[in-house]
DNA sequence: CCCATAAGTTAGTGAGTACTTACTAATTAC
DNA sequence: GTAATTAGTAAGTACTCACTAACTTATGGG
């Protein structure tokens, strides 16, 4: 044996997140306990502990390890520079695809964890998903600007219905055991939707 | 004491299951133990064992007793005999009124019991959503006939959009802990998203 | 009035949970 | 090269969970 047989806490603790979110949506939030995160991390349950002292460290740090990916994901999808008539189908696109490649997401959503047990999560999760409804209202208001869309549209209406589709479908989609595509389907609904908001009754001057 | 003081097994398993729907949104499905159901009835925890054999069963009841509420809603939204017009939205408000008098249908839908641990319970609900996509996609294709709504609007996707509103309605106000108004929030997004059904590019001949 | 039956209790089991304590061994600093 | 630090472990605590066995008591029919 040459090589180390330890690593660094540093090494170990961003492991084990990375491992806890995989796990998270592998087999449930609620099942990762630290007996099956510290089996598939390869060390022993207590060994967990020495670099988080409480379970719900662990979720503090997969949710911001989320949040982390979530932002690098909306920000890669606006650096494209596309027209903004695309930006709106390229974000929710992108976001559904990350989700389908990151399962945990809606797994935690949907989970005890969140809606009754932790309730520092519960608000972090709201807030990131106020930051969308953000996100999203602002490139509708552009559209509305542009007069693509309707101009007696609400920005924020408008996003809440995009932000339920894309909730609604990522529910299906577990409900029904993940067993279509999310993204093709996310695709098709959301150019129904926007075709909703085109500004057909009042057309450009 | 002139009354009686045990209650006949019937009596008590409907009880019980009343009980459980009421718990179930009051604490949260995940919460809702054999422990707490037997305090909340007034009798040992085993004594509930002597009613339901397994706490699946307890669920199943519950499940078969949402349902029958659910199809006694949607029978009462039909037989108020409406025009077409305004079944759609009735059907809609009505199912959010009773989601907010009953905050255990999402609360399960959310929940651990449903999506990783009891698959009898989760077929039971996915059948359940199929049905209601069902019914908003008659309603809505019976629109398109009365050339209300545009003539080439899929009616399948469009009670999936109209489903999604509900159900990511529902998880909004779940993770804002239920405090806003489901139904008046429910009735102006559903607004703008008939709004962008309707006829409005074929103007009906 | 007695007794069979069914509703309910007390006391317990085994499995699983997060978390602790007391130790060992590998790595690093001096 | 040795001492301090730190990653890791084995064993165990205290708790909660669904579920069971064996006993007790209330009720209604003969």
Same mark, same amino acid.
Request: net charge neutral; aromatic share 14%.
């Given at each position: 044996m040459t090589g180390r047989t330890r690593k660094t806490a540093q090494e170990r603790k961003g492991e084990i997140v990375e491992i806890a979110l995989k796990l998270a949506g592998e087999v449930g939030p609620d099942r990762m306990t630290t007996q099956a995160l510290a089996d598939a991390v390869g060390?022993?349950?207590? @060994?967990i502990f020495r670099h988080f002292p409480k379970k719900e460290d662990i979720w503090a740090a997969v949710a911001l390890r989320i949040s982390a990916l979530l932002q690098e994901n909306w920000a890669a999808a606006h650096r494209q520079d596309l027209p903004s008539s695309d930006r709106l189908r390229v974000f929710v696109t992108s976001h559904l695809t990350f989700l389908k490649t990151t399962p945990a997401i809606p797994a935690i959503l949907f989970s005890r964890e969140l809606h009754a047990e932790n309730e520092a999560l519960r608000c972090f999760f709201a807030d990131m998903i106020k930051r969308a409804h953000r996100s999203l209202s602002d490139m509708i208001g552009e559209e509305i600007k542009a007069r693509r %869309?309707?101009? @007696?549209?609400?920005p924020d209406d408008a996003a809440y219905l995009v932000l339920a589709l894309i909730q609604g479908l990522a529910m299906r989609w577990s409900l029904n055991a993940?067993? %279509?595509d999310l993204v093709k389907e996310g695709d098709r609904l959301l150019s129904l939707q926007l075709k909703g908001f085109e500004n057909s009754q009042l057309p450009p001057a």
């Open positions: 060390i022993s349950q207590p @060994g %869309f309707c101009a @007696g549209l609400d993940r067993n %279509f």
